[in-house]
T-cell receptor, first 116, second 115 residues
Framework: AQKITQTQPGMFVQEKEAVTLDCTYD???????LFWYKQPSSGEMIFLIY??????QNATEGRYSLNFQKARKSANLVISASQLGDSAMYFC?????????????FGGGTRLMVKP | NAGVMQNPRHLVRRRGQEARLRCSPM?????VYWYRQLPEEGLKFMVY????????ESGMPKERFSAEFPKEGPSILRIQQVVRGDSAAYFC?????????????FGQGTRLTVV
């Protein structure tokens, strides 16, 4: 079974609107962490936001917020007020039990295109 | 404070040659992770190293691939006798501790093209 599933291969959003990128995960660990990355066409991996499994509040970083629904095992990224520069690939990743080390498992990504 | 540094950014090798990819972790970080990204896919974990030790190489192909992180100098990912299927972007990340990171920063990657 896939550990990280991103069901939207591609998405369009109008500039200045909000967009939600879906991510579901599968783990039997109680303690884990969820990460989102942005990969623009230049290729680098830009860390956006982190959510710990025990964090009670949804993580927020500027225009990025994470809609964490633990019972559903989902960790959707919400980007508010989209900008043209948000056009990129977005990857969700998970770090499982801390005892397993810091290796991340990535989803297949969602390509976001922001329309002017 | 420099981030994770990888070089070269782009590397072209003919089939059968060797490829050496370098990763210098962030200052104060002694844990390095290598990942591979095939075109149109997410990153896949390859190997986790601490200084002078391989901790987990469960994602590393059994043949032709090796990694090291010496006491001094960068971590090296080495691919011997490259084939076209090795063409990919190779990323490394570093962390200051073994467990429970809450942020993970990657280098800019090395794009390997095998011709």
């Amino acid at each position: 079974a896939q550990k990280i599933t991103q069901t939207q291969p591609g998405m369009f959003v109008q500039e200045k609107e909000a967009v939600t990128l879906d991510c579901t995960y599968d783990t039997s660990d109680q303690s884990y962490g969820l990460f989102w990355y942005k990969q623009p066409s230049s290729g680098e991996m830009i860390f956006l936001i982190y959510q710990g499994s025990y964090d009670e509040q949804n993580a927020t970083e500027g225009r990025y917020s994470l809609n964490f629904q633990k019972a559903r095992k989902s960790a959707n990224l919400v980007i508010s007020a989209s900008q043209l520069g948000d056009s990129a690939m977005y990857f969700c990743a998970m770090r499982e039990s801390p005892n397993a080390g810091n290796m991340l498992t990535f989803g297949g990504g969602t390509r976001l295109m922001v329309k002017p | 404070n420099a981030g994770v540094m990888q070089n070269p950014r782009h590397l072209v090798r003919r089939r059968g040659q060797e490829a050496r990819l370098r990763c210098s972790p962030m200052k104060g970080h002694s844990h390095v992770y290598w990942y591979r990204q095939l075109p149109e896919e997410g990153l896949k974990f390859m190997v986790y190293l601490q200084k002078e030790n391989i901790i987990d190489e469960s994602g590393m192909p059994k043949e032709r691939f090796s990694a090291e992180f010496p006491k001094e100098g960068p971590s090296i990912l080495r691919i011997q006798q490259v084939v076209r299927g090795d063409s990919a972007a190779y990323f490394c990340a570093s962390s200051p501790r073994a467990l429970g990171i809450t942020e993970a920063f990657f280098g800019q990657g090395t794009r390997l093209t095998v011709v």
